[in-house]
């Protein structure tokens, strides 16, 4: 049996696909955005998030790591790990007595996946959902990903992915006869900017959108809104432009910036470089979304 590494299940999801789904968060992803969410998602291995709030500063963490990778601040009162040689063992989260670690990535096999997700059966069919593969990259894990998709599409459950787009069409190709909808992000324009932004060009995201386009797939080209990186006029006029050239798109997401994982990167012991961003209003919102209109294409604020 296949197996793979999974940050979480999320259940009762109603804004990755159509219905109420079950999310299947995998670890791993080849882009480092900067506006990232969901931080822990990045490493494909398991990572340790550290709560600072809740450590009594006992140091049984420090004796229970098998590599050294902790370390005591005596001057904070606070235990610093280092996450170069810490190797998710889960040594210390076991002997934490005041909750202030935990694991964050687990492996699981196929069958264990799918024990889950037939627990939510009867919502799918009250409701036409089914299962979201998130992350991370789904295309990080495809060899899981394809297993996990085989055994729903046998269950007969809809399945969608939510992806970056940053992957081989050879391995896309793969997976796609398996999926029911692609929910795809298009960043930015400006491949440069592109790759500052996010650590990848976006030529290869482009063109696999393309692809998606030809085949006559069900897909929803979802654009993170990020204050200062992509809501600028030269680019909306190159997505827009690109959007009109595709002959199957029929709806796109908007994804307003917010901050709800600014958090995760203190838990990584990380610094959330972007910490001066702050939200759009509503009114700001939908003046940018209205310059993004484009005929025949429905456009979804929020996803």
Known sequence: MKLGIINEIER?????????????????????CKWCSNPETQNPLPEIFYFEDKCIFCQSCIAACPNNAIKADYLRNKVITNRHICTGCGNCVAVCPAQARRLVGIEKNVEEI???IKKDEPFYILSGGGVTLSGGEVFFQ????????????????DTAIETSGFASWKTMERLLPYIDHVL?????????LHKYWTGVGNE?????IKRIDAQKKDYIIRIPLIPGVNYGEENIKELKNFIRELQNIKEIHV?????LGRGKYKYLEREYELKHLKKYTKEEIKK?????????VKIVTGG
């Not at 290869?204 to 696999?208: G, Q, R, S, V, Y």
Request: charged share 30%; net charge negative; glycine share 6%.
């Open 12 to 32: 009762f999801a109603i804004n990755d696909g159509p219905g109420i789904r079950t999310l299947i968060f995998f670890k791993g992803c080849p882009l480092r």
């Open 114 to 116: 799918m024990e889950e």
């Open 142 to 157: 495809p060899d899981f990903a394809l297993e996990i998709l085989k055994a729903c599409k046998k269950e007969e459950i």
């Open 184 to 192: 795809i992000d298009i960043k930015h324009m400006n491949s440069s």
């Open 204 to 208: 290869l995201i482009l063109e696999n």
């Open 255 to 259: 994804l307003p910036y917010h901050t």
């Open 288 to 296: 940018i979304v209205s310059k993004l209109e484009i005929e025949g």
